[in-house]
């Protein structure tokens, strides 16, 4: 079992309103990424604002400032399981098979991280599960000024999943991260 953390604290500088709230096909992008973890043990939003009407948990960050790694710092903190996926509020085509699989793929692990590369080459920190072990990293970076998601990985190393493996079980789609609306199909 795992926990599902759902990261919505950024700004929305490009989309031009708030994207987590965006109408698209019947329902706000966040409702999207909440659905695909459907069978995590549980599931809660992380954000310095106010989502009500989700019937999840809302979390604020802990310690703020420091980007997406103060929301993994508050998904870590507040989970309840040992693995938290954690998902950007973004990523309408995750789907629940997409976490089963990394999830198995993080119970085989020697690692607290597993995380996937996009097609492009390109490492996929939000749409990763992370072991709660990490916990203390997060914060040292955090104290350190230091707020790259992937340094997490780099010092405690992760397991890695190809983009041809995930785009073979799971289509392209999944990795389609809508930072404007026009990058919405």
Sequence with gaps: MYSGAVIAGGLSRRFGEDKALYPYRGKPLIQWV???LQEAGERFIVTNRPYPGFGVPVYPD???GADSLSGLH?????????????AATDLPFLTRGFWDFLYEQARASPYPVVAVYNPEG?????????????????????REGDFLLRR?????????????????????GVFLNANRKEELP
């Design 122 to 142: 390109h490492l996929e920190p939000l749409m990763a599960l992370y072991h709660k072990d990490c916990l203390p990293q997060v914060e040292r970076q955090i």
């Design 34 to 36: 909440l659905d695909s």
């Design 62 to 64: 802990l310690l703020p």
């Design 152 to 172: 997490v990985m780099e010092t405690l190393g992760a397991t890695y999943v190809p983009a041809e493996e995930v785009v073979a079980r799971f289509g392209r």
């Design 74 to 86: 508050s998904a870590l903190f507040h989970a309840r399981y040992p693995w938290v996926a954690v």
